[in-house]
């Protein structure tokens, strides 16, 4: 076989030019508080970081320390007071900070999605939660509502999810249910003990 030698400096471009085709996310100089009645309290300073395709991060710190003010920055979810003073937030190219709201609403659903580390604060504990995740395709989609409940139907036994999504969210059950829950996992008769 035949092999040449690579010249250096293409062999840099290739590999820059792969870097970047291969990253998803690109954060630069991100800084993002809360502005309220004259006082400024900046909960993020300068961060800069970059995600790849098929890899995850991790953002661990103390209680208080921005982790919660920089995933919503990012995605456009932070709330007056709250609010993003400088930076880059370049997803596949596009950058999130200039989007409109619609436009991210938008990318936000279908390209990305936010995983809440408190599910229980963000679940309405007296809705299904099949129930609530048709309530968000449909906020987000132009889905038919058959289309809508064919997909849900992963949510039913038999289907990918095994009925999981079927029951109410955990803190909707009662104390006479604890016994059961204990021995058969947490959403008993949906078969969940064995994912």
Same mark, same amino acid.
């Given at each position: 076989?035949?092999?040449?030698?690579?010249?250096?400096?293409?062999?840099?471009?290739?590999?820059?030019?792969?870097?970047?085709?291969?990253?998803?996310?690109?954060?630069?100089?991100?800084?993002?508080?809360?502005?309220?009645?004259?006082?400024? +309290?900046?909960?993020? #300073? !300068?961060?800069?970081? @970059?995600?790849? &395709?098929?890899?995850?991060?991790?953002?661990? %710190? =103390?209680?208080?320390?921005?982790?919660?003010?920089?995933?919503?920055?990012?995605?456009?979810?932070?709330?007056?007071?709250?609010?993003?003073?400088?930076?880059?937030?370049?997803?596949?190219?596009?950058?999130?900070?200039?989007?409109?709201?619609?436009?991210?609403?938008?990318?936000?659903?279908?390209?990305?999605?936010?995983?809440?580390?408190?599910?229980?604060?963000?679940?309405?504990? +007296?809705?299904?939660? #099949? !129930?609530?995740?048709? @309530?968000?395709? &449909?906020?987000?989609?132009?889905?038919?509502? %058959? =289309?809508?409940?064919?997909?849900?139907?992963?949510?039913?036994?038999?289907?990918?999810?095994?009925?999981?999504?079927?029951?109410?969210?955990?803190?909707?059950?009662?104390?006479?249910?604890?016994?059961?829950?204990?021995?058969?996992?947490?959403?008993?008769?949906?078969?969940?003990?064995?994912?």
């Amino acid at each position: 076989m035949n092999t040449q030698e690579i010249p250096a400096n293409i062999q840099d471009t290739s590999r820059q030019e792969s870097a970047q085709d291969s990253r998803l996310l690109a954060v630069r100089g991100f800084n993002a508080g809360y502005a309220s009645g004259g006082t400024t +309290v900046r909960a993020v #300073r !300068d961060v800069s970081f @970059d995600l790849g &395709r098929h890899e995850f991060l991790g953002i661990a %710190g =103390e209680s208080g320390c921005g982790k919660s003010t920089l995933a919503f920055g990012i995605t456009g979810l932070l709330q007056p007071p709250g609010k993003v003073f400088a930076g880059q937030v370049q997803f596949d190219g596009v950058n999130l900070l200039e989007l409109d709201p619609e436009a991210l609403r938008q990318m936000r659903w279908k390209d990305f999605s936010v995983v809440f580390q408190s599910s229980m604060n963000v679940l309405n504990p +007296v809705m299904r939660i #099949r !129930d609530q995740i048709a @309530d968000a395709i &449909r906020a987000h989609t132009s889905m038919s509502d %058959g =289309e809508i409940r064919r997909r849900a139907e992963i949510c039913e036994p038999g289907g990918t999810l095994r009925g999981c999504i079927a029951p109410l969210p955990p803190r909707a059950v009662g104390r006479h249910e604890a016994a059961d829950r204990h021995r058969h996992g947490p959403f008993p008769g949906a078969g969940c003990g064995d994912l």
